[in-house]
């Protein structure tokens, strides 16, 4: 037995939950097949609850480069058409415009400190599953050897061996009549206003920074602040393409002016700084390819097709998966990190707990209950955005009416709450009746014996907190018996009318109470959410 978790996959959600492990005790290896960690840059920014998440572990700090708190955007698009999240009173729109190539840095640093062996260039190629562990076939740089292991997640990507090896399918949608074409590109400068970033293009016109949606296909462009120039087109056919020849600049060119009717001139990027050489790409695809200027790779892509699929099951006996394992679906909006790393930490702590014996029965199960649903939701809205920017009369008047929807606050609150997964609500089992039972902790302002915090500030070390907020810290006492496990916290706050908040360590909210509820010290409903997510009552935790 060499470790109590194997990870297959050094990408971020392998990483992420790597981290989440250590974090909850137990010792992770992570196998990748790669020899080192990957050059090539695929997202482009974080959207969503995640970046809240990443706050609540210290991660955002490190990753925005400072040291505020995220703030919420004042825009963003569903299937291209514009929502405006001014008018929302609690706008969920987070973003961290950050390359992959940096999050997986960050974390793999943050890895690194934890304590976690990641063993580059090892490839997972066989498992089997056994009444107590799981029998690892790996192939290393010095060949093949076989380790033993509690569980072994699948953090492989889209293709996973660990997936295929533990027979979980992969069912789904596939459309393979469209044809994506990305590159890092420079355009003129006379071309592009430096005050908005927004795109002159001949015969259009100013178009700003965000994907634009004609009954050709569809066309982006974006001025990277330390990078080149990014081009985006969607087509729908796959007619004249020579599928033996790599994508070149003419044939991005006349992609655009097909979309636009706009004669854009295009031409390799200059080298501007050392970021540049990480912005290189290889996507998933059967005709990806890159271009070279002579002074560093850059991206230069064609795919074909569109999958959304998600496993048929997040899990099988002692494989789990995370990430693309699980799921992928169209990439607007930038969904896909959202999800995979919030997959890794509802993972994380149940899967330590199983492990330490500490779980209580059934807690391993709630990671699909819970996170596969979430999936699906997401195959839902990216194939309803993949529809809304489809070629056709019919979807610009579908998207007319999309436009006349998103001006009605309710609408805009609905669509940005399930693009940023702010409207995840989990059973709890208990008191659900409480509006915040089942829901991500607010990050209320306290103030505590030790001065000022933040809550997110207090979930970092990724351990259940009780946060006691009653003025006799009265709740604090009916947690005698689960102090080994669980973190106790008396503050007070201006920000609420809550008096209670029992946080799990993905920081969503067990139990919950506040001075409407008539019996707001309700001890016996505190301990049987106690009981429920981190086991029965123990005298070694009084
Ligand atoms: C062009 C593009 C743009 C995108 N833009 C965005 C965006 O803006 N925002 C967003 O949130 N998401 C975006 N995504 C999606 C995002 O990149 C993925 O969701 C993310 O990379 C998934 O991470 P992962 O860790 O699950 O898998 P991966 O990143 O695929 O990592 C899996 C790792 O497993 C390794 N591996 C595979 N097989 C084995 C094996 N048998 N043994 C050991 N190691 C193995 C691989 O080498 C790889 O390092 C984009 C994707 C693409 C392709």
Redesign the pocket.
Known sequence: MVADVVI???????LMLACELRLAGVHPVV????PEP?REN??????GQVVRMLDHRGLYQPLAGKAEPPLPIPAFFFGAVPMDLHMLDDNPFYLLPVP?TRIERVLAERAAELGVEVRWG????GLSQHADTVNVEVTGPNGRYEISSRYVVG????H???RKLAGIGFPGAASDDIVTR?AEVAVPDEFVDPATGRLNLPVYGYISPMYHRTEQGVFAYARLPAGPDMVFTVEWTTGGIDTDASLTLEELHDSIYRVMGADLPLRPPDVRGPDRVDRS?V??TRLADRYRDGRGPHRLDRSIGVNTRLADRYRDGRVPL????AHVHF?IG?????L?LQDAVNLGWKLAATIRGAAPPGLLDTYDAERRPVGERVAMHSQAQLALLAPGTEVTALRELFTELLRDQHTVAHIANMMAGADIRYEMGVRDTHQLVGRWAPDLLLETDNGPVRLAELTTTARPLLLDLTEDASLTTAADGWRDRVDTVTAHTEDASTTGLLLRPDCYIAWATDTSCPDHHDRESLRTALTTWFGPYSMTGC
């Open positions: 297959a996959g050094a990408g971020p959600n392998g196998l990748e097949r790669l990957r695929r997202a482009n920014g974080l959207v992959q090892h490839e997972l190629t953090a492989d990507g889209a996973s061996t660990t990305i790409i996507v998933n995370v990430g693309d394992a990439v930038g969904p896909g990190l959202n995979g």
